[in-house]
Nanobody, 124 residues
Framework: QVQLVESGGGLVQAGGSLRRSCAAS????????MGWFRQAPGKEREFVAA????????YYGGSVKGRFTISRDNAKNTVTLQMNSLKPEDTAVYYC?????????????????WGQGTQVTVSS
């Protein structure tokens, strides 16, 4: 049974930093793309970042590029999202996802498995 278990997040002031982690289990993920999405109230789920597990290639949404960094730890089967210079508009529920798509990685349809989601709140 595939599981994506998220940790980290919480409340931070604008300009601060947070780290989100996603531990994957249940099968091998070497051919997967691991992604992070977020969803604010009343808005659609938005692509944040993705990383290909085998090559380490990374991709970022325009609103977070230069501030967020995605990385992976093969030994721990964990993907981490380091969020720096946080802004109030980064406030959302953040989700980890895994999928075998190599094309639609910026869209939710490119992912088959999702974490439980965790609230990140940035106060002004």
């Amino acid at each position: 049974q595939v599981q994506l278990v998220e940790s980290g997040g919480g409340l931070v002031q604008a300009g601060g930093s947070l780290r989100r982690s996603c531990a994957a289990s249940g099968r091998t993920f070497i051919n997967d793309t691991m992604g992070w999405f977020r969803q604010a109230p009343g808005k659609e789920r938005e692509f944040v970042a993705a990383i290909r597990w085998n090559t380490g290639s990374t991709y970022y949404g325009g609103s977070v590029k230069g501030r967020f960094t995605i990385s992976r730890d093969n030994a721990k089967n964990t993907v981490t999202l380091q969020m720096n210079s946080l802004k109030p508009e980064d406030t959302a529920v953040y989700y980890c996802a895994a999928g075998l798509s190599t094309i639609t990685i910026m869209y939710t349809r490119g992912y088959n498995y999702w974490g439980q989601g965790t609230q990140v709140t940035v106060s002004s």
